[in-house]
């Protein structure tokens, strides 16, 4: 069973939408969450990190729910430079592993 | 600063061929990682170093053996390359204790015929 679960995508909205990913995690024991972000061809690059009272940068809007496993990452006002693939990334415990899912691709278009 | 390098960026190899990715960081990291990015499987964890000296398995650690020499080098073999170890490489890096985040590396693009 894969530990780390995410939307399949691929998403394609128009500039200026509003789009949600969601990402499940088996182990409850998980410490540490994250979103990513990948662009075509690059390395992926830390979009935030993920806290139990939510968090905002900008645009973005991160939550937690540990009691359900579930982590969401918001997109508001989506632009064209948004496009990319978003991991969900979870570190399951003090060995600072980290397990990434799949992966849900972004397309914004004008 | 440089940051992460990876060498070579890309490389055709025949299988059977003896093959290592380099990677080095210049920011005194403790811990560094190889991924390998598959489509439809994600980052999978290959090896790790959570310090100089030291190195542990992840998840698909077959085929490929690491060492850690010094803080800054991290090099991924591979004793004997076969087609299913097609994929993109990925060296990570991460500071130390209590700081989770991992930087990457640019990513080495590997075809084995």
């Known amino acids: 069973r894969k530990e780390v679960e995410q939307d399949p995508g691929p998403f394609n909205v128009p500039e200026g939408a509003t789009v949600a990913f969601n990402c499940t995690y088996s182990?409850?024991?998980?410490?540490?969450f994250f979103w990513y972000r990948q662009d075509c061809r690059k390395e992926p690059k830390l979009l935030m990190s993920?806290?139990?009272s939510g968090n905002e940068d900008g645009r973005f809007t991160a939550q937690l729910n540990r009691a359900s496993q579930y982590i969401s990452l918001l997109i508001r006002d989506s632009k064209l430079s948004d496009s990319a693939t978003y991991l969900c990334?979870?570190?399951?415990?003090?060995?600072?592993?980290?397990?990434f899912g799949k992966g849900t691709l972004l397309t914004v278009n004008p | 600063i440089a940051g992460i390098t990876q060498a070579p960026t890309s490389q055709i190899l025949a299988a059977g061929r003896r093959m290592t990715l380099r990677c080095t960081q210049d920011?005194?990291?403790?811990?560094m990682y190889w991924y390998r990015q598959d489509l439809g499987l994600g980052l999978r964890l290959i090896h790790y170093?959570?310090?100089?000296?030291?190195?542990g398995k992840g998840e698909v650690p077959d085929g490929y053996s690491v060492s850690r020499a010094n803080t800054d080098d991290f090099p991924l073999t591979l004793a004997s390359a076969v087609p299913s170890q097609t994929s993109v490489y990925f060296c990570?890096?991460?500071?130390?204790?209590?700081?989770?985040?991992?930087?990457f590396g640019p990513g080495t693009r590997l075809t084995v015929l």
């Open positions: 170093s959570n310090t100089a000296g030291t190195t």
């Open positions: 990570a890096s991460r500071p130390g204790t209590g700081v989770n985040e991992q930087f």
């Open positions: 993920v806290y139990s």
């Open positions: 182990n409850s024991a998980s410490q540490s």
């Open positions: 920011m005194r990291h403790n811990a």
């Open positions: 990334v979870v570190n399951e415990g003090s060995n600072y592993k980290l397990t």
